[in-house]
């Protein structure tokens, strides 16, 4: 809505969390945060809801808890009847009676108040935002700017891809330097709307696109063409004549290039369409003082109706509807009678638990609040019955199975499942609250648990100098002995080696007897000789013919260096390995036959 690819030009804005917001508000001016909110774009959101029952008007349900607990001070603001006729082409009216009086009468259980605008809620909200009843105003529509609201909030919505609660927004504040060099004003947006086309005039000017007005607007044809009367016929043709010469020439160099090609037409622009950009119909100013004090009254939630309301609408009937309407107003509730100082309030809050700086709230302090939700949500659960529903088997029975009765009710519940779990309703709950607002409404309680967290720090004592004692060596913690079980010990002979061959000695040297590892016999296979393999000793050119005999196994030792041919190997203990070597052997002594 509003002027189309307008946002392209104002930037997405910055997003900061509505929590901050009405930090911010409380510490600075002691109060909660007012907004002004356009329902329209509400209403139109929420027939977009599926599932339950009555999902359009439950969706506003949860966004009017979700702001109670935010907290904030809403006003809704909804369009009256002398807003224009014809809106984009297409006739506007009030939308749907029933879901608008539906949607009123809601907003007003909740303690919010209802404030009907006499022509469109946007123009209407921005008024109240100039004249300070609101510090914001929350709409889709970019025409709340063009009507002269300074701070304007839109895009409430989910901040992460994993979570799916509203907690940011995107504020536009025309203070902000990133805007105000842009260069837009109001006149220059009612110019950008004329040109471009806005919802008064969808069309605009032919072939004229969103980028060409704005550098238009910033050529200061929008200040200008905003000055004029609507009698003054000859200024207005004036004015368009001077438009017509920069957009073929561009002779002060306001267009990026010339644009000869577009024409402007000669009924350009549009009187009515002007009037209703720069002279909405709004309230006057004899009963704004009303306005205010409406949005300032306490808010008073009607909390037995307001369960009424859930048990018709949504279905939530019996006991356990009552129960789920406690927990989901519970931490709500708990912020806006904190927030408004009732009396008791200090006995709501049973203990404070933890502090944090969440995401959700860009690192706005928090304190984890213990509460008894039935005490802050007080309906009489007594009043409430059971949901039992009679039934039985045997109405429409094709026999008469005495056993089948029985087993049927038997067959209820499956063995060892668990029931499904209640919410106790009676036992403390946990909920984060901003940290502002518990110390302005309950300083002591807060005080209490400061004082006792800063008890539980142990206070650090000055380190003492000592010598640290060597550290014991760390060993391969294997056990002694742990390899005599693979290995046989045994003592050599005096003057033979390891083969049993006599070891030659020097002169007076004399036999030693040393214990050695002996390998057992498998490690130890025997190297195939000369005089086992005769036909190696053939030349070169006998040799030729074995050629086609197998290379040596790529895991067998090399060669001894003192031996020729397989003299000297030592083929190592592998599965399967010897039987290999004995057929490589025995095929050698064929082919040498």
Not at 216 to 242: H, M, P, Q, V, Y
Request: proline share 7%; with cysteine; hydrophobic share 35%.
């Amino acid at each position: 809505m509003g002027i189309k690819g307008i946002y392209g030009q104002l930037g997405p804005g910055k997003r900061v969390s509505l929590a901050q917001l009405a930090a911010d508000s409380i510490q600075h001016q002691n109060r909660p945060f007012r907004i002004a909110i356009d329902i329209a774009i509400w209403q139109f959101q929420t027939q977009a809801a599926r599932g339950g029952t009555n999902p359009a008007i439950r969706t506003l349900f949860y966004r009017l808890v979700r702001l109670m607990g935010t907290p904030v001070q809403p006003v809704f603001v909804f369009d009256g009847p002398n807003k224009p006729v014809f809106k984009r082409n297409k006739r506007s009216g009030r939308g749907d009676g029933v879901a608008t009086a539906q949607a009123k009468q809601l907003i007003r259980l909740f303690g919010f108040a209802v404030h009907d605008a006499p022509g469109e809620a946007e123009a209407e909200c921005a008024l109240l935002q100039q004249h300070g009843i609101v510090d914001a105003v929350l709409s889709e529509d970019v025409d709340t700017i063009m009507f002269g609201c300074t701070k304007t909030l839109r895009n409430w919505s989910a901040e992460g891809k994993t979570s799916k609660t509203p907690t940011h927004v995107s504020l536009y504040d025309v203070s902000d330097p990133k805007i105000a060099e842009l260069g837009l004003d109001r006149q220059g947006m009612v110019l950008i709307a004329l040109m471009s086309g806005g919802d008064y005039l969808p069309d605009g000017i032919p072939g004229c696109g969103v980028k060409v007005a704005y550098e238009a607007a910033k050529a200061g044809f929008g200040r200008s063409i905003c000055t004029l009367k609507a009698s003054d016929t000859n200024g207005i043709r004036d004015w368009r004549e001077s438009l017509t010469h920069e957009l073929r020439t561009n002779e002060q160099g306001h267009f990026r290039t010339k644009h000869r090609a577009l024409v402007i037409p000669e009924d350009f622009p549009n009187i009515e369409v002007l009037r209703y950009y720069t002279h909405p119909v709004v309230s006057p100013r004899s009963t704004l003082d009303a306005v205010r004090q409406k949005v300032e009254r306490k808010q008073t939630i009607h909390l037995e109706a307001l369960r009424e309301f859930t048990r018709e609408t949504f279905d939530w009937d019996y006991k356990i509807g009552a129960i789920k309407f406690i927990r989901v107003l519970g931490q709500a509730l708990l912020v806006q009678k904190l927030s408004q100082g009732e009396a008791n309030h200090d006995g709501w809050v049973k203990r404070i638990s933890g502090r944090r700086q969440h995401f959700s709230t860009d690192a706005t302090p928090e304190l984890r609040l213990a509460y008894v939700p039935e005490e802050v949500v007080p309906i009489d659960l007594s009043k409430e019955v059971d949901e039992v529903v009679a039934s039985g088997r045997d109405g429409l029975a094709l026999n008469s199975d005495d056993d089948f009765g029985a087993d049927a009710e038997s067959a209820g519940v499956a063995d060892g499942a668990r029931a499904p779990k209640v919410f106790d309703v009676s036992k403390p709950d946990l909920t984060w609250v901003l940290e502002s607002v518990a110390r302005r409404f309950i300083p002591d309680t807060v005080r209490s648990w400061e004082e006792a967290t800063a008890a539980k720090i142990p206070r650090k004592s000055p380190a003492k100098k000592t010598t640290a004692a060597p550290k014991p060596k760390k060993g391969s913690g294997m056990p002694r002995g742990a390899l005599d079980g693979f290995v046989r010990v045994t003592k050599s002979k005096a003057g033979h080696d390891e083969t049993g061959r006599a070891a030659e000695l020097e002169p007076g040297a004399k036999a030693t007897q040393k214990s050695r590892l002996k390998v057992p016999p498998l490690l130890r296979s025997p190297s195939p000789s000369k005089r086992h393999l005769p036909h190696l000793q053939l030349g070169r050119r006998r040799f030729s013919s074995l050629r086609a005999l197998p290379r040596r196994h790529p895991h067998c030792p090399p060669p001894h260096p003192l031996g020729h041919g397989l003299a000297g190997y030592r083929i190592p203990v592998i599965p399967g390995m010897v039987a290999r070597c004995a057929r490589l052997v025995s095929r050698v002594v064929v082919l040498r036959g």
